[in-house]
């Protein structure tokens, strides 16, 4: 349990760091990208006790339409 506390003081501590130099929409979204990406690798080996869910052609699809879309929207 005390792992999940560590993975939250890291994210935020980033979050905070992050912000100024990249700025906020740019790192929300790719906060939340990673968040996505982590989860579908997270659930696929069962890492933090989650149930086993293999990775499949619509999760890759969907994960590479929201980096698509981070792409459409951070670019200038």
Known sequence: M????????VGIS???????????SKMISLGLCGQLIFSAIATHFGWLNLPLEPITVKKIIGIMAMMAGILLINSK
């Open 14 to 24: 980033l979050y905070f760091y992050s912000i100024p130099k990249l700025g906020l």
């Open 2 to 9: 005390v792992y999940r506390g560590l993975f939250s003081v």
